[in-house]
């Protein structure tokens, strides 16, 4: 198997193999992209398999998160529809599971700005490819409540800029 994983790290000199699937979405995007830039197909069969791997494996709003960012990256170098439903189909379990309507954003353990980022830049992506208004409509609905937020200083949440940015 090619598949590469990013696990959890030790405690006290302890091997914990974990796999962290919103730490391997990240990874896959990186590994498709860099095999679309490099040429090296090798990097785009890791970036397959593991993907393959922890879409199985998404069981908070961050994994899935990351996940779709994977399989989006993965779409947009080979233009395989496989990927595209991968990523349409995660979204919307994560919208069915997680969307918190009173935060307009998604219920996380951990509570970042990039999961969130990530997200609406994911979705703005999905707008772009399927010309779909609700994920166009949804993502305008998190930028704007991001930027509404008091505790978020925009210009030092490259997240936030880079949705932003990707919205313009």
């Not at 090619?2 to 790290?9: K, L, Q, R, Y």
């Not at 069981?59 to 399989?71: K, Q, R």
């Not at 930027?147 to 490259?158: L, S, Y």
Request: proline residues 2%; contains cysteine; glycine residues 6%.
């Amino acid at each position: 198997s090619n598949a590469f994983f990013v696990t959890a790290g030790s405690a006290q000199g302890q091997r914990d193999e974990t796999v962290i699937p919103a730490w391997n979405g990240l990874m896959v995007a990186a590994l498709a992209r860099g095999s679309a830039v490099l040429g090296n197909q090798n990097y785009f069969v890791a970036a397959e398999q593991t993907e393959a791997f922890i879409l199985t494996r998404c069981v908070t709003a961050s994994d899935g998160i990351a996940a779709i960012h994977g399989a989006l990256a993965l779409y947009q170098v080979a233009g395989s529809v496989r990927w595209l439903a991968a990523a349409i189909e995660l979204q919307d379990r994560i919208e069915r599971e997680f969307w918190d309507e009173a935060t307009v954003s998604y219920r996380m353990k951990e509570r970042n700005q990039l999961p969130n980022a990530l997200e609406i830049m994911n979705l703005l992506r999905l707008a772009a490819i399927t010309d779909d208004d609700l994920f166009r409509a949804r993502a305008n609905a998190m930028l704007t409540a991001a930027i509404a937020r008091a505790d978020v200083d925009i210009a030092e949440n490259p997240g936030v800029l880079c949705a932003i940015d990707q919205q313009l």
